[in-house]
């Protein structure tokens, strides 16, 4: 049993930055992966970024030179720094956890209950 605790959402405006955390306690093995995801109004969930236990990470073309996604393995926890960002940014963004190296969708066996994040002037 895996449980996830997102912080750090909350309204800001284009151009701005907030940094999310996904802390991470109970049965989290050597061997995992995290992910950030995010789900809009309308809209599936989608793979904003993602990290290894070994620090190998994937981008959304999205989010690509905005965002950046890091861990602290000893802490548990991982990071999205995210920069510059637009209104389509608005989403619930949910932390989710791989005891793989997989991150897509069917991978995630434990996902936080999300924070949101909201981009408007």
């Known amino acids: 049993q895996v449980q996830l605790v997102e912080s750090g959402g909350g309204l800001v405006q284009p151009g701005g930055s907030l940094r999310l955390s996904c802390a991470a306690s109970?049965?989290?093995?050597?061997?995992?992966?995290m992910a950030w995801y995010r789900q809009a109004p309308g809209k599936e969930r989608e793979l904003v970024a993602a990290i290894t236990s070994g620090g190998s990470t994937n981008y959304a073309d999205s989010v690509k030179g905005r965002f950046t996604i890091s861990r602290t393995n000893a802490k548990n926890t991982v990071y999205l720094q995210m920069n510059s960002l637009k209104p389509e940014d608005t989403a619930v963004y949910y932390c989710g956890y791989s005891s793989g190296y997989g991150y897509y969708y069917s991978a995630i066996d434990y996902w936080g209950k999300g924070t949101l994040v909201t981009v408007s002037s």
């Open positions: 109970g049965r989290v093995l050597s061997i995992n992966a």
